[in-house]
């Protein structure tokens, strides 16, 4: 596909050179191409990954009991200062995004409608843009501004990609929108994830880590991390009947793992350890402590399960006070 501004001179030229022809003589429009997005979080590559998060948006941002909850967390000057970066792209509007962290870079992907000249002239007006190609509808360009540059690619007008350090992921990505990638699996249809992301395919809003976790990480929910293959958790909407009209999320923490005939002992000790994070200052202060509906586990010799109801108001303006607020203000609450 070629650029906006490029289709619009063309387009003069041919209305110019097409007034004296009959319709019949134009040639017949190029297809548009197609891609593979749905869904997004399948272009993240699993090689190298160390951490996934996959949300779908628009559909948080348009539950009305849970909006103005999210709103705290995603306020409106932080989604124009995205926009003002990114292309007026409204993150809200994304019907589908994926972030994934690896060793050295940073992936993150959008299925939301784009401009691909816009897109491209907001990262201009920020530094240099550099390399720029299309190929196949996809529009390719390095931005060479700050300390890291960024490379980007938009999948003609459905969606974008930006890859921040070592160059590798966003290519892959690049392959898997154009079905390259016939023997390769994404993360989430490769092990360790795949199970877990069968386990919470319905939340809107899902996080994953895969194994082997060492280091500080191993002793993590009670040492359970030192011995489980992934991480998982996923969030999603629900109503509260315990306290009508509060803004209700249901929770789900996964740890995999072989734990054979250990899972029911390795269930006690993940509930124990949500307990120690649920009353230490970051728990309190997101009201992790104070539940709608009190935590549940369940185990089975691959999986250990913990399902909390919690209120999203108090998450995320908890969220927002630990990440935004200053010492005063949150000790003033």
Not at 50 to 68: G, K, S, T
Not at 229 to 243: Q, S, Y
């Amino acid at each position: 596909m070629i650029p906006r501004r490029d289709a619009l001179a063309l387009l003069g030229g041919l209305v110019a050179s097409a007034c004296g022809a009959s319709r019949r003589d134009l040639p017949a429009a190029a297809p548009e191409p197609t891609f593979a997005l749905d869904p997004v979080v399948d272009l993240v590559p699993a090689a190298g990954l160390v951490w996934l998060v996959d949300a779908r948006p628009r559909e948080l941002f348009e539950n009305a009991a849970i909006a103005p909850a999210m709103a705290t967390i995603v306020p409106d000057e932080r989604v124009r200062a995205i926009a003002r970066l990114y292309g007026a792209v409204d993150v809200r509007r994304a019907g589908q995004i994926a972030v994934a962290g690896f060793a050295d870079s940073f992936l993150g992907i959008a299925r939301v409608p784009v401009e691909p000249a816009a897109v491209e002239a907001a990262f201009a007006a920020g530094g240099d843009v550099a390399e720029r190609e299309v190929e196949h509808g996809v529009t390719r360009f390095r931005a060479t501004a700050g300390a890291r540059p960024k490379r980007v690619a938009v999948f003609g007008r459905d969606g974008a990609a930006i890859e921040q350090g070592r160059p590798g992921p966003l290519q892959a990505a690049i392959y898997f929108a154009e079905g390259k990638l016939k023997r390769a699996l994404p993360a989430l249809r490769a092990d360790p994830l795949a199970a877990a992301s069968s386990r919470i395919a319905d939340a809107p809003l899902r996080a994953f880590a895969p194994g082997p976790f060492e280091g500080e990480l191993a002793r993590g929910l009670g040492g359970l991390l030192g011995a489980a293959t992934a991480l998982a958790a996923g969030m999603r909407p629900v109503e509260a009947k315990a306290r009508p009209g509060t803004a209700a999320v249901a929770v789900t923490l996964l740890l995999l793992g072989a734990w054979g005939a250990d899972a029911p002992a390795a269930e006690e000790r993940l509930g124990a350890a949500f307990h120690l994070l649920s009353e230490d200052p970051l728990g309190r202060l997101t009201g992790v402590n104070r539940p709608i509906d009190a935590p549940r586990t369940a185990s089975d010799p691959g999986a250990l399960r913990l399902d909390v109801v919690l209120d999203l108001a108090s998450l995320t303006r908890g969220l927002r006070d630990a990440t935004d607020a200053t010492v005063a203000e949150i000790m003033g609450s």
